[in-house]
């Protein structure tokens, strides 16, 4: 039977055009996607944008725009690198969208109707860049501990969720849930902040107005966070998209762990709403082994991604090269490296080299001798435990084989009909386990490989001079 599989992406801050960090996880998000279409899976794959906040609002009056009008000018920004990407989601949301505001306009409404919400005062401590608050002992000299900004001191009326009562339920919640917080090694951390104990979380905003408005208090609007998070399950509201929830994954970056593994479940919790199956945390890009940063200009964007050796190398350079909850380091050069020596020397030279074989030669069928070192059994094994690198690295062992088969059987002297068959049938094996990762060119090969009549094609991968 098909199961159903939900996976989403972080909804992004749409102050910016979107980078290699954006790109990261929504490249996953679109990897798993396909994966699980393949097996036959129903799928829904949620991204969008969090539209709403001070961060925006910031934003916007510095770029002299409303915020709606803003973040409207930036949305098609994003929807575009999804587009050349390759990326095929099936909903793009906003926090702005009328549908999921009023999901969370209802949830706060419950939350509160059931006693979670009160009224109080919050002093302490704001970074807008993180949108989070901090106490003075979170700060390193008065300043955010990320963002390495000034934190704004508060001191306002605000509406505070009572984070504390789900202590204990949520340390219920992960012991019975032990693949929740994944992968593994970010899990003790997160539990140990949470036996420390949790303070109630402020969770509405007065001076400032770009936001959804408390339904039992209008003056106040709701944080930003809560606002956010929600995205996930408003999209399940939809009509014949009820029964995606809860979600198998949400990925996300490691920043945002403590907000999706410790306030989500919370709040999900008390709205009496099934928690998700699983939050995946993936690690951080460097790039040329310093922070990404767009203020100092080191920073990659989706388009300059993509010009260095296309959609495809890009897609799989980020999964390949590092293991998907590991911080990595990304370059020009170890992007065309991997393009010039696995793409292009391996896989488009096992294409090329058979193409052209069968172009000028007969083949028959035979048993498939050769398709039995391909490892299929591990390889689904480690793409469902989000081992993208390990299932690519098996792939590409087995395309090694290929290549020492070709050279092995003196295929240009024998011209082995049975051996070519066994090639070929080899080949279109690899582009359908190829397909999540480098759909382009999966799919022009088993386009050329599944053709009555199977021609040398063009060069799938050209080789690119690297110049520093
Ligand atoms: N709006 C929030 C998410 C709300 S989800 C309910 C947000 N947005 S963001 O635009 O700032 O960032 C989104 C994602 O980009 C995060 O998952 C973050 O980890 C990721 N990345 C930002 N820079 C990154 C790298 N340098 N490397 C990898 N991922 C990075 O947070």
């Not at 762990?257 to 306030?263: A, N, T």
């Not at 058979?354 to 490892?375: D, G, M, P």
Request: hydrophobic share 35%; proline share 4%.
């Amino acid at each position: 039977m098909a199961k159903k599989f939900y996976v989403t992406t972080p909804i992004y801050y749409p102050n910016d055009i979107p980078h290699i960090g954006h790109a990261y996880t929504t490249i996953a998000a679109d990897i798993l996607a396909r994966w699980h279409k393949i097996k036959g899976d129903e799928v829904f794959f949620l991204t969008g944008t969090d539209d709403h906040g001070k961060k925006i609002a910031q934003a916007a009056e510095k770029a002299g725009k409303t915020p709606k009008r803003f973040t409207d000018d930036l949305i098609p920004k994003f929807k575009n690198a999804w587009k050349k990407l390759n990326i095929e989601y099936d909903r793009f949301i906003r926090t702005t969208d009328k549908d999921h505001e009023k999901i969370v306009s209802e949830v706060l409404q419950k939350v509160y109707d059931k006693g979670d919400i009160y009224k109080g005062v919050y002093e302490g401590f704001y970074c807008t860049g993180c949108e989070a608050y901090y106490t003075e002992k979170d700060l390193v000299d008065g300043k955010c501990p990320v963002h390495k900004t000034k934190a704004e001191k508060l001191k306002e009326e605000s509406y505070f969720f009572k984070l504390s009562k789900y202590q204990k339920p949520l340390l219920k919640f992960y012991k019975e849930n032990p693949d929740f917080i994944s992968p593994k090694k970010r899990k003790q951390e997160i539990i140990n902040r949470v036996k420390e104990g949790l303070r109630d979380l402020s969770i509405s905003r007065a001076n400032f107005d770009w936001g959804i408005p408390l339904p039992f208090d209008k003056k106040h609007v709701c944080y930003v966070w809560f606002d956010a998070l929600f995205n996930y399950y408003s999209a399940t509201r939809q009509k014949g998209k009820e029964k995606f929830w809860p979600a198998d994954v949400h990925l996300i970056g490691k920043d945002i762990s403590w907000f999706h593994c410790v306030y989500w479940p919370a709040f999900l919790i008390s709205a009496g709403i099934k928690c998700p199956e699983k939050v995946f945390s993936h690690g951080w890009w460097t790039f040329d082994k310093e922070k990404i940063s767009k203020s100092r200009g080191r920073v990659i964007n989706v388009d300059e991604l993509i010009s260095i050796a296309g959609v495809d190398s890009a897609r799989y350079f980020l999964l390949r090269a590092t293991p998907f909850g590991d911080d990595g380091d990304f370059s020009k050069e170890a992007l065309i490296k991997r393009h010039n020596g696995e793409l292009a020397n391996k896989l488009g030279n096992l294409i090329l080299r058979v193409s052209a074989l069968i172009e000028k030669n007969r083949i028959e069928k035979t048993e498939n001798k050769l398709l039995r070192k391909l490892k299929v059994k591990q390889i689904t094994e480690f793409i469902d435990n989000y081992q993208f690198d390990k299932a690519l690295s098996d792939i590409f062992s087995f395309i090694d084989v290929c290549n020492e088969y070709v050279q092995n059987k003196k295929l240009w002297e024998t011209k082995d009909k049975k051996v070519l068959f066994e090639l070929k049938e080899s080949i279109l094996k690899i582009a359908d386990l190829l397909w999540p990762f480098i759909p382009e060119s999966s799919e022009k090969i088993k386009k050329q490989f599944s053709a009555k009549k199977i021609k040398k094609g063009e060069i799938l991968f050209k080789k690119i001079k690297w110049k520093p």
